[in-house]
């Protein structure tokens, strides 16, 4: 079952390329969601977030959308902590 979508607010800058970015957001959150289970704010806040971060990577001349996608869970999983090793529970043992 897929995940309800929210109103999602569309990449602002007019020097972005918004179908690009948008590609990029969509499955950045598509596969984000998978990843764990997230209140519709928390959701909606990382959307956020994703929609700047992604526009200024695209702004400073990223264009590719593999690359776009990466970098933006990247982003997501760094800023929540789940790309944390230790917090995972992971102790090296």
Do not use: W
Not at 15 to 23: E, I, L, M, P, R
């Amino acid at each position: 079952m897929a995940p309800e979508q929210s109103p999602a607010r569309q990449v602002p800058d007019q020097s972005v390329d918004t179908n690009a970015v948008q590609a990029a957001i969509d499955r950045v959150m598509m596969t984000y969601d998978l990843l764990a289970t997230r209140t519709e704010a928390d959701r909606a806040e990382a959307r956020e977030l994703l929609i700047d971060y992604l526009a200024k990577l695209h702004t400073a001349g990223e264009t590719d959308l593999d690359r776009l996608t990466v970098c933006g869970l990247t982003y997501l999983r760094e800023r929540d902590g789940s790309i944390d090793q230790v917090k995972a529970g992971f102790t090296g043992l």
